[in-house]
């Protein structure tokens, strides 16, 4: 049978004490409770309200992913990861818990809209993307059809 180090646990026990004695006083606990709510030691006086977020759309992530693929130059390959390296490097953040997930669902969206597959991947190769490089207007026609 395993034996229990009873050493560490008296030690527990004894700095527990110490806390509980420590917070005993109204004005250390006060203290204590605003350092740590605040951040970096300093309490934000206007908290964010649930009704103060921006207000998200369907479609804007496809959207700031589009922006993201015309920053690449119309001759570039591109993959997911470096999609999603540009994505963060404007600043943007992603909520979903897999970024590769759903910028590969973004990228599949815009497939025949503003980009191509330039290599299908397979195996250890990620599939390369490219800008479709269009004629004003051509562009034109592309957002009647979406429209």
Known sequence: ???LDTKTIDEHIKRLQ???SFMADPLT??????LISSKNGHSSDDPVSPDDKPEVRKGDF???IGEVCEQFPDTQRFTVNDVIKAYEKRGYIFA???K???????LKRLVGKSIKIASKGSGRNPTKYQRIQRFPREVTAVLRETA
């Not at 606990?29 to 605003?34: I, R």
């Not at 590769?100 to 973004?106: D, F, L, R």
């Open 18 to 20: 110490q806390l509980k």
């Open 62 to 64: 496809v959207a700031k």
């Open 96 to 98: 979903a818990r897999d």
């Open 29 to 34: 606990a006060q203290l204590v409770n605003e």
């Open 1 to 3: 049978m395993a034996t």
């Open 100 to 106: 590769n997930v759903s910028t590969y669902s973004a």
